[in-house]
């Protein structure tokens, strides 16, 4: 979507949107997102996968589940959760990336704060 069409959407629009990435916005959610990157995973090998406890987790897939995030296919007695979208991914790999960059930027600048006082102490 370009910049000119996110300008001129409305609130009513952009509610879902602000819903999706409020489902992505929680450690333990991403943590799910991120062991499911290699393929479908029952609830057992996703909670081995995260730490997570089965509550908790239940909790959090029921969620990513409702908002489309994560689709469940249950196979005999077990029910397998995947990433419905790909692009989930990639929406995250370019958020990671986006912070990398800020984090090197700032040690940078840091660094050369810190070259800074030390010449001045000097």
């Given at each position: 979507m370009t910049e000119k069409l996110l300008q001129?959407?409305?609130?009513?629009f952009l509610a879902p949107?602000?819903?999706y990435f409020k489902v992505l916005s929680e450690i333990?959610?991403?943590?799910i997102v991120s062991c499911l990157r290699s393929g479908a995973?029952?609830?057992?090998e996703i909670g081995v996968a995260t730490g997570l406890g089965q509550a908790n987790l239940s909790k959090h897939l029921k969620l990513l589940?409702?908002?489309g995030i994560l689709?469940?296919?249950p196979q005999g007695v077990s029910v397998y959760y995947e990433v419905s979208d790909p692009l989930t991914f990639e929406l995250c790999e370019l958020v990671?990336?986006?912070i990398y960059e800020r984090m090197q930027e700032q040690a940078k600048q840091f660094k050369?704060?810190?070259s800074f006082s030390a010449i001045a102490k000097s």
């Open positions: 001129n959407k409305t609130a009513d949107v602000a819903e333990s959610r991403l943590q995973m029952n609830v057992s589940t409702q908002a689709s469940r296919k990671c990336d986006r050369q704060l810190n």
